[in-house]
Each structure stands twice: as C-alpha cells, then as structure tokens.
Nanobody, 121 residues
Framework: QRHLVESGGGLVQAGGSLRLSCVAT????????MGWYRQAPGKEREVVAT???????NYNDSVKGRFTISRDNGKNTVYLQMNNLKPEDTADYYC???????????????WGKGTQVTVSS
C-alpha cells in the first residue's frame, strides 16, 4: 500500500507563487512516474503536469512556462513550483503516483487526498 501526502497549498494573490510537495510513503518504488492533477469547482479533473521515472516532463498547455514539476527520488517526493498564478488556477490539486513499475505513465494511479490552492484577483 502506498500513501501520498501533499502539502504547500494555500491562498495567494494573482501573480504570486506556491510550491506543492508530495511525499510517497510506504513501499515506494523511486522510479514510478508521478504528477499532479487539479479539479476546479464545477469542472472536471484535469492533468497539470507529469514526470516519468527518467525525468521526462509534460504539462497542460495552460500552465506551460509558469509551472515546473520536479522530483527527488531519494526523498520519494515530487514538487510543483507554481509561478505567476492566476485566478483560474484555483482548484484542489491532487498528487498521483503511477502503478507502472518501470517509471512510465500507464494511467493507473494512486491518488493523494488533495491540497487546496486559491488565487485571488
């Protein structure tokens, strides 16, 4: 069983920055792909950014150039640095850990419980 613990959410003004962290605990495989999804009120959940076990990253077009995903395999942690935040970034952000043992993205995930990000205008 694997557990994902997110932190770093909060309230910030537009143009500000936040850094989300997600620690994968218990029997983790350091090379699993990880990432972040988000769900805004009244909207469907969407992928924000992913990073494979080898470090390949992908971003939602809406966050390219503003958000950066990174990982520290030694700490089983994935980060999401969010800069130049906009009110439309307001959402619950969820960490994911992919089940694929080779570090690829299979679409089958463990999910964290989420952390709230609110961006005021």
């Amino acid at each position: 069983q694997r557990h994902l613990v997110e932190s770093g959410g909060g309230l910030v003004q537009a143009g500000g920055s936040l850094r989300l962290s997600c620690v994968a605990t218990a029997n983790t495989e350091a090379i699993n792909a990880m990432g972040w999804y988000r769900q805004a009120p009244g909207k469907e959940r969407e992928v924000v950014a992913t990073i494979t076990g080898s470090g390949t990253t992908n971003y939602n077009d809406s966050v390219k150039g503003r958000f950066t995903i990174s990982r520290d395999n030694g700490k089983n942690t994935v980060y999401l640095q969010m800069n130049n935040l906009k009110p439309e970034d307001t959402a619950d952000y969820y960490c994911i850990l992919d089940l694929d043992p080779e570090g690829l993205l299979s679409g089958m995930y463990y999910w964290g419980k989420g952390t709230q990000v609110t961006v005021s205008s």
